[in-house]
């Protein structure tokens, strides 16, 4: 009996009018509607700048850095297809033009193309279709979806365009769907959405060879059937392929939304698969656990960043999915660690919070003002999560102020501290370069019984992602713990403290990993949900004695 080869189909999605739309949004809900019928999914970001990856890359103007499990530092879209898809992608899976362009000038370099002369077609579009398809491969996936960043219309994406123009036309018809992500305005002067916009976009886009066939309308406000018949008629798509997406309370409810138009019956049709009505009633409830909450807390997030929310959105995010699960509304106040340098009495504002959080970073700037607001949570019980560089400086608030070590800090911070209590890994001593050399990816974490560490986790061992140089001096370990600190969590062979707490505080954690890469809308990371369950309790034993004072 005669079985068709079953090829491995590919959806595309590009951006049209304006950068920072939602594509990322967008395409993790097309991978959750191919999840919901059941196929293997997995996805490629293209990111057209010239970097190598972001890790280099200043949060306050890209956003935040995620970092895959296999340590490498990517776009902060990564951590919105991990969280909405529950995935574990690779690095290899963001192709940026750093990477093309350094492996076709190596290869021209050592003569592999035998004397050719080196041209973006077909040299660097070959390179790109092999990245592509070596993910594809490795990865098994039946659909593989590829997000290509940036604008339709800027000259450094023109041959990822060209690249996947010629894939499209390699897989054959049924097994290549693209679609366009462009931006709908709404002037206020107007009242009405304007369609100009998309329709030149698409037009640059059909002119290099790319028709999509479905369009995503991103607004304000959702785009009405007028509006969308007329993008479809001078677009060139079928009228029930235009799709409009509003901004959203919860994000996660993207899916819903575009199903609920009909996006997850048409891509069966569009691909040829058969076809098979999207279960999504599970995501769904995941879903309605973001909008009923029986109360609400505000926690404190002391940052140098923090005039830009997306500079730690897997944090923001983490504790949104903790608060879902305690039914409680998570709000997040961005407060600027240099205020309490400024003012040392504003440092009191911190107890109207619930929690105080501390995220990674790097650099001098805001650390005395960090410091102040982890003294003042622990000398007060207020919850208190230290991510990374926020545990480093909790070591370093302990080692001066409980130990008794004056002048303790970070040699990141001052080279000339009397009590280095936090300094940097020997093998990074004499570590040049700057991209892709910390200490990157999942590492084992040995967790000690008895402790509020294995209460949370449950297991002695646990597997996090890290992003960081320094770590806690093991010359420092004894003096610190003699004092009263416990460090809970070590690598497996016990050199690097991963895990700090205090037991006889309501919940003061650090942890030198960055355990919001592993949180899930309905499966929070432990310390996320310890955080939060602590803020909770907190919030109300503070309205018990307001009710009886």
Same mark, same amino acid.
Request: aromatic share 8%; net charge neutral; proline share 5%.
């Given at each position: 009996?005669?079985?068709?080869?079953?090829?491995?189909?590919?959806?595309?999605?590009?951006?049209?009018?304006?950068s920072?739309?939602?594509?990322?949004?967008?395409?993790?809900?097309?991978?959750?509607?191919?999840?919901?019928?059941?196929?293997?999914?997995?996805?490629?970001?293209?990111?057209?700048?010239?970097?190598?990856?972001?890790?280099?890359?200043?949060?306050?103007?890209?956003?935040?850095?995620?970092?895959?499990?296999?340590?490498?530092?990517?776009?902060?879209?990564?951590?919105?297809?991990?969280?909405?898809?529950?995935?574990?992608?690779?690095?290899?899976?963001?192709?940026?033009?750093?990477?093309?362009?350094?492996?076709?000038?190596?290869?021209?370099?050592?003569?592999?193309?035998?004397?050719?002369?080196?041209?973006?077609?077909?040299?660097?579009?070959?390179?790109?279709?092999?990245?592509?398809?070596?993910?594809?491969?490795?990865?098994?996936?039946?659909?593989?979806?590829?997000?290509?960043?940036?604008?339709?219309?800027?000259?450094?994406?023109?041959?990822?365009?060209?690249?996947?123009?010629?894939?499209?036309?390699?897989?054959?018809?049924?097994?290549?769907?693209?679609?366009?992500?462009?931006?709908?305005?709404?002037?206020?002067?107007?009242?009405?959405?304007?369609?100009?916009?998309?329709?030149?976009?698409?037009?640059?886009?059909?002119?290099?060879?790319?028709?999509p066939?479905?369009?995503?309308?991103?607004?304000?406000?959702?785009?009405?059937?007028?509006?969308?018949?007329?993008?479809?008629?001078?677009?060139?798509?079928?009228?029930?392929?235009?799709?409009?997406?509003?901004?959203?309370?919860?994000?996660?409810?993207?899916?819903?939304?575009?199903?609920g138009?009909?996006?997850?019956?048409?891509?069966?049709?569009?691909?040829?698969?058969?076809e098979?009505?999207?279960?999504?009633?599970?995501?769904?409830?995941?879903?309605?656990?973001?909008?009923?909450?029986?109360?609400?807390?505000?926690?404190?997030?002391?940052?140098?960043?923090?005039?830009?929310?997306?500079?730690?959105?897997?944090?923001?995010?983490?504790?949104?999915?903790?608060?879902?699960?305690?039914?409680?509304?998570?709000n997040?106040?961005?407060?600027?660690?240099?205020?309490?340098?400024?003012?040392?009495?504003?440092?009191?504002?911190?107890?109207?919070?619930?929690?105080?959080?501390?995220?990674?970073?790097?650099?001098?700037?805001?650390?005395?003002?960090?410091?102040?607001?982890?003294?003042?949570?622990?000398?007060?019980?207020?919850?208190?999560?230290?991510?990374?560089?926020?545990?480093?400086?909790?070591?370093? @608030?302990?080692? /001066?102020? *409980?130990?008794?070590l #004056?002048?303790? $800090?970070?040699?990141?911070?001052?080279?000339?501290?009397? &009590? =280095?209590?936090?300094?940097?890994?020997?093998?990074?001593?004499?570590?040049?370069?700057?991209?892709?050399?910390?200490?990157?990816?999942?590492?084992?974490?040995?967790?000690?019984?008895?402790?509020k560490?294995?209460e949370?986790?449950?297991?002695?061992?646990?597997?996090?992602?890290?992003?960081?140089?320094?770590?806690?001096?093991?010359?420092?370990?004894?003096?610190?713990?003699?004092?009263?600190?416990?460090?809970?969590g070590r690598? @497996?062979?016990? /050199?690097? *403290?991963?895990?700090? #707490?205090?037991? $006889?505080?309501?919940f003061?954690?650090?942890?030198?990993? &960055? =355990?919001?890469f592993?949180?899930?809308?309905?499966?929070?990371?432990?310390?996320?949900?310890?955080?939060?369950?602590?803020?909770?309790?907190?919030?109300?034993?503070?309205?018990?004695?307001?009710?009886?004072?």
């Amino acid at each position: 009996m005669y079985m068709p080869i079953k090829k491995t189909k590919y959806v595309v999605i590009t951006g049209g009018v304006m950068s920072g739309i939602g594509k990322g949004i967008v395409t993790a809900s097309i991978g959750k509607i191919l999840q919901s019928l059941n196929k293997k999914v997995t996805i490629i970001k293209i990111d057209p700048y010239l970097n190598w990856d972001a890790g280099t890359m200043n949060p306050f103007q890209h956003g935040e850095v995620f970092v895959t499990i296999d340590g490498v530092e990517l776009d902060c879209d990564f951590g919105h297809y991990e969280r909405m898809l529950d995935l574990q992608l690779l690095g290899n899976q963001n192709i940026t033009t750093g990477q093309v362009y350094y492996e076709v000038i190596s290869k021209e370099r050592r003569g592999d193309f035998l004397g050719q002369t080196v041209q973006i077609i077909p040299h660097i579009t070959d390179e790109i279709k092999r990245r592509i398809n070596l993910v594809a491969k490795r990865s098994g996936a039946e659909v593989v979806i590829i997000e290509v960043g940036g604008t339709v219309g800027d000259i450094e994406g023109l041959p990822f365009l060209e690249a996947v123009r010629q894939l499209s036309l390699e897989v054959g018809r049924y097994n290549c769907l693209f679609v366009h992500v462009t931006f709908v305005p709404f002037p206020t002067h107007l009242r009405e959405p304007k369609t100009k916009p998309t329709q030149h976009s698409v037009k640059e886009l059909r002119s290099i060879g790319i028709d999509p066939s479905f369009i995503v309308c991103r607004s304000e406000n959702p785009v009405g059937k007028g509006p969308r018949r007329k993008i479809a008629l001078f677009c060139n798509v079928e009228e029930r392929a235009v799709f409009t997406l509003p901004d959203l309370d919860v994000v996660y409810e993207a899916p819903l939304v575009l199903d609920g138009q009909g996006l997850g019956q048409m891509i069966p049709e569009y691909l040829d698969f058969e076809e098979k009505k999207p279960e999504l009633l599970e995501w769904k409830e995941t879903v309605d656990s973001f909008k009923n909450f029986e109360g609400e807390i505000t926690i404190g997030m002391i940052g140098k960043y923090a005039e830009l929310a997306d500079s730690y959105i897997s944090i923001n995010e983490s504790l949104k999915h903790a608060g879902a699960v305690l039914k409680r509304r998570v709000n997040i106040d961005w407060v600027n660690s240099e205020d309490f340098e400024k003012d040392p009495y504003a440092i009191e504002r911190l107890g109207k919070y619930a929690g105080i959080l501390i995220p990674g970073g790097f650099g001098a700037r805001g650390t005395e003002g960090k410091i102040l607001a982890i003294k003042f949570a622990r000398e007060n019980n207020v919850p208190f999560l230290g991510i990374c560089f926020g545990m480093q400086l909790a070591t370093v @608030e302990f080692a /001066r102020n *409980m130990a008794g070590l #004056e002048g303790a $800090n970070s040699t990141e911070l001052d080279q000339k501290s009397p &009590h =280095p209590v936090i300094c940097i890994l020997p093998e990074q001593v004499n570590v040049k370069n700057k991209g892709g050399t910390m200490r990157l990816g999942g590492y084992t974490a040995v967790i000690t019984p008895g402790t509020k560490a294995y209460e949370l986790y449950k297991t002695e061992k646990i597997v996090r992602r890290h992003r960081h140089r320094f770590e806690v001096n093991p010359e420092y370990i004894q003096i610190l713990e003699k004092n009263g600190l416990v460090f809970s969590g070590r690598s @497996e062979d016990g /050199r690097l *403290m991963e895990i700090l #707490e205090l037991p $006889n505080h309501p919940f003061f954690f650090g942890t030198q990993f &960055h =355990p919001e890469f592993d949180s899930r809308p309905a499966k929070p990371e432990p310390a996320y949900l310890g955080f939060i369950k602590a803020a909770v309790e907190r919030e109300l034993k503070t309205k018990i004695i307001e009710a009886t004072s």
